[in-house]
Structures are given as structure tokens and as C-alpha cells.
């Protein structure tokens, strides 16, 4: 870039006379109009696909959490109940009710989010209310260091962990290879930090959400609830209805540890 | 170098080689080190900064009779942020999970000195035929640059290349290449290995050149 430009130099208007501070304003102005104007008409154009695949993904996540479920319905919390809602709004706070193909509840779909390693780490993970378990956890959105952090999602035996995984007294992450009771989750080396921040996740969704789910009223079109709350002693009528259930051999309840969200 | 009147396809095969913004400018490195872990992801940063560039030096070129000289940078940079932003809008749509993957770094090319730089340099002062060659030659040289990184980081890193495994399971994945020292150690690497080339070739031509005059 030497000779040639300097002949071209000349063509800008640069080398006049300075030009007036309108018409530097008004250059900016159309400039910053137009480009105003492109940017709202792509955004318009695009935003009815970003969010269709957003909620497809969410929606796909939701039947991978789940055991065995036939549909599912976006359900929201208002006035303390469960209203079914299908329409997409990230103010309210949802979750995704599952049934199976008689209709009957399985479980809850529920969205939690909270801090990662090195950013916001957003999952979504399955609840039978009627066993106190966790079926399943899926990462929709997070940031963590590739090659460690990232094996929350890419490492299949840790998300594995999640499936028949108790929620009583409440789920803890230990050291890899030491887990022995059914809330327990075994870390991954080098990511102990994002093994954590997911299992507290849970736990922060846990604490949101379980009073709210078995509301007294309100309950969504898809046939009854399946009472969540006397399971202590009632895990067999239910599991009529939920046919994810257990080969019954394990999850072994901690005794003395029936929280007290119940009541709602 | 360009005479009076600088041939197009000079200023297209410049930015390949001999002005390569990576390994001979040695600009834009931000998004170059974030993103070039896997060659998928240096390909998918190259194509949209490919997009940018090219659609502002053109676009620059055709309206620089318009620009006053005092706010010719604030003018490029908000028709840089538009062809960005759209770039940014379009790629969540078209290919979410590539966006997903880039994150932070699709809405920061408004940020990359090469674009800027291009602007600056070359688009403002030449006809639109030659900026648009110019930008077509360094938008392709920069896509090359991230390839070739990408590349090398997955091989070692994770034993891939574009996704497909190539050595096995018995490979043990090499993790640092893929974290940001990687990042540093691959561009240092072929950085020297450019210039290594660069300068075997300076060699060979002044040998050339030596055998010439004694021979004539």
C-alpha cells in the first residue's frame, strides 16, 4: 500500500476544507438510523427461529430427563398452583409436567439455573415426586473450561449419576469413586468445582420448586395428580401409574428424613 | 510491491501470504487464541469474520465520498457493529450450535483490528474493485490462519480433526492443547515455523539471484 494509494488519496472528500460540525453530525446520524434500521428488521426476522429451537431444545431435554413418557405440558406457577400455559415466557416460572400414555403424571421437568466455574450454568433435570428422585439431568446451557469443566455434559458416567438419584436430605457431590448412599454423586477429577456447582443447582431448584409442586388446586388437564406427598408409606399405589418404576431393589429412602415441604 | 497502478490480484494473493494477518500482521489474536480449539469452531470465526470484512471494506470503499474524514472511524465501526450484528443474529438462527460454541466471541469481531485495520489502510483510499480483493485476500488468509490452528489444537488435544476421531481409543488426549496455553504454544509454533519458511525462501531467491550474476 504505498504508491498507489497516494493518487486515490485525493478522492475522498478528506483534503477539503473541514466540513461543518452539522455535517459531521448528520453523517452519523443517517449512519447510525440505517444501521438501527437493518439491525431491528434482521432481529425481527430471526428471533421466531431462535426461539422455536430454544423451546424445541427444551422440550427434547425434557424427554431425556424423564423415564419413559409419552407428552408432556409446559406448566406455570401462579397463585400457588400449577397452571398449564403453552406459550413461551421467560418472566414466568415453569416447568414441564410429563405423562405417560394413559395420562397419568410421572414427574416434573424442572429448569434451574445457577453459577459455574466460569460462567452461569443452566440445566434441567427430572423429579418423581412420587419417589423423591431425581431421573435424570440435562445441561442446556454452560460455559465451563473445555477438556475439564465440560465433562458435566460430555462425561456420561457422571451424568449417569443422576439417574435414580435420591433428593433427601439433600444431594451431595464427594470425591470420585466414594459414593455409597443414593444421594450421593460421584465429582469429577479435575472439574470438582463445575461437579459441584451442578449438584448445587439441583438443590437450589429443589428448594424452589418441591413446595410448589404438589399444589392442592389447580391441577392440569392431563387426569390427576399422583399425591406426591404420603410417599413415605404409599410408593406402591403410585407406581401403578409411574411405570418408570423401581426394580425396586434400590433406592432405600434415608429414614427420618421426610422433609417438611409437603404441606406447600 | 504494488507500481501505479496495483494489480487485483496482487492485493487478492497478498493477504495468503506475504501480508497474512495472522502469521505475518499478527493481528486479531483475541478471537484467533479464544476460539481455535477445535477447527470446526476456528472455521465457523473465520467464515463470519470472512462475512464482515468483506461486506465493510466494500461498503466503505462505495460510501468513503460520503464520509467526512473527522468521523470516518466512528463510521466504520458502526457499519462494522451492523454487518456484526447481523452476522451474530443469523448464525443463532442458521446454526445454533456453532453460535453456542462461540459465545462471547461472534459480537467482539467488531472489536478485531484486522477489520478496523482494513478499513483504515486500504478500503478509505482505493476503488471498491481493489478493496473488495484486498478484503476477499486477507478474509481468506485469517480463515486459513484459524483453520490451521484449529486444526493442529484438535489433533493433539482431542485426536479429531473437524469431529472425526483419527487415532483411536487408545489415544491419550494431549488436554492442554485445547485449553488456552495450547492456544499460545500452537501459534508460537507455527509462527516460527512461517518465518522459518519465509526466510528459507528469502535464501533461495538471493542464491538464485547470486547464481545468475555469476553465470551471465
Known amino acids: ?264 | 510491491m504494488p507500481k501505479t497502478q496495483p494489480d487485483a490480484y496482487q492485493e487478492f494473493f497478498k493477504g495468503l501470504w506475504r501480508e497474512n494477518p495472522v502469521f505475518a500482521q499478527v493481528l486479531g489474536m483475541c478471537p484467533m487464541l479464544a476460539v481455535t480449539n477445535s477447527a470446526v469452531n476456528g472455521m465457523a470465526m473465520g467464515l463470519a469474520t470472512f462475512f464482515v470484512l468483506v461486506a465493510s471494506s466494500l461498503l466503505v470503499a462505495l460510501l468513503k465520498r460520503w464520509i467526512p474524514r473527522q468521523v470516518r472511524i466512528s463510521s466504520f465501526i458502526i457499519i462494522i457493529a451492523t454487518f456484526v450484528t447481523v452476522t451474530d443474529y443469523s448464525l443463532q438462527a442458521l446454526v445454533p450450535a456453532i453460535h453456542k460454541e462461540l459465545g462471547a466471541f461472534i459480537p467482539l469481531i467488531v472489536a478485531n483490528c484486522l477489520i478496523l485495520g482494513r478499513q483504515e489502510a486500504f478500503a478509505s483510499r482505493q476503488p471498491a474493485r481493489l478493496a473488495l480483493m484486498d478484503a476477499l485476500g486477507m478474509a481468506t488468509g485469517f480463515l486459513f490462519a484459524l483453520v490451521a490452528l484449529g486444526s493442529v489444537r484438535e489433533i493433539l488435544g482431542e485426536g479429531a480433526l473437524f469431529g472425526v476421531d483419527l487415532f483411536g481409543p487408545n489415544f491419550e488426549p494431549w488436554v492442554i492443547m485445547i485449553l488456552p496455553p495450547g492456544g499460545f504454544l500452537t501459534l508460537g509454533l507455527l509462527l516460527l515455523f512461517f518465518s522459518w519458511l519465509a526466510e528459507r525462501r528469502q535464501k533461495l531467491a538471493e542464491r538464485l539471484a547470486e547464481m545468475e550474476v555469476e553465470g551471465s
Open chain 1, 1 to 264: 500500500m504505498s504508491g498507489g494509494s497516494e493518487k486515490a488519496l485525493k478522492t475522498p472528500g478528506c483534503a477539503n476544507s473541514e466540513p461543518s460540525s452539522t455535517r459531521l453530525v448528520a453523517t452519523l446520524s443517517i449512519a447510525g438510523l440505517l444501521s438501527g434500521l437493518i439491525i431491528v428488521s434482521v432481529y425481527e426476522a430471526t428471533l421466531p427461529t431462535i426461539t422455536a429451537y430454544q423451546a424445541k431444545v427444551l422440550r427434547e431435554a425434557v424427554f431425556k430427563v424423564l423415564p419413559e413418557i409419552d407428552h408432556i405440558q409446559r406448566l406455570v406457577y401462579v397463585d400457588g398452583g400449577l397452571t398449564p400455559k403453552d406459550t413461551e415466557d421467560p418472566e414466568e416460572e415453569a416447568v414441564f409436567g410429563g405423562y405417560d400414555a394413559a395420562g397419568e403424571l410421572v414427574g416434573y421437568a424442572i429448569p434451574s439455573a445457577g453459577p459455574g466455574f466460569q460462567d452461569t450454568i443452566r440445566l434441567l433435570y427430572g423429579y418423581v415426586p412420587s419417589e423423591r428422585l431425581v431421573t435424570g439431568m440435562e445441561i442446556l446451557e454452560s460455559r465451563e473450561t473445555p477438556g475439564l469443566g465440560d465433562k458435566i455434559y460430555k462425561d456420561l458416567e457422571f451424568v449417569g449419576e443422576f439417574e435414580r438419584l435420591a433428593i433427601d436430605p439433600e444431594i451431595l457431590a464427594v470425591k470420585k469413586g466414594t459414593s455409597t448412599a443414593p444421594n450421593e454423586v460421584d465429582a469429577i477429577t479435575g472439574a470438582t468445582i463445575s461437579s459441584k456447582a451442578v449438584v448445587r443447582i439441583l438443590n437450589e431448584g429443589n428448594r424452589r420448586w418441591l413446595s410448589k409442586l404438589p399444589a392442592a388446586s389447580g391441577q392440569p388437564p392431563a387426569k390427576r395428580r399422583a399425591v406426591p406427598e404420603p410417599e413415605v408409606s404409599a410408593t406402591t399405589p403410585h407406581e401403578a401409574a409411574a411405570p418408570s418404576a423401581a426394580p425396586n431393589t434400590d433406592p432405600q429412602q434415608p429414614a427420618g428424613s421426610w422433609p417438611l415441604e409437603a404441606g406447600g
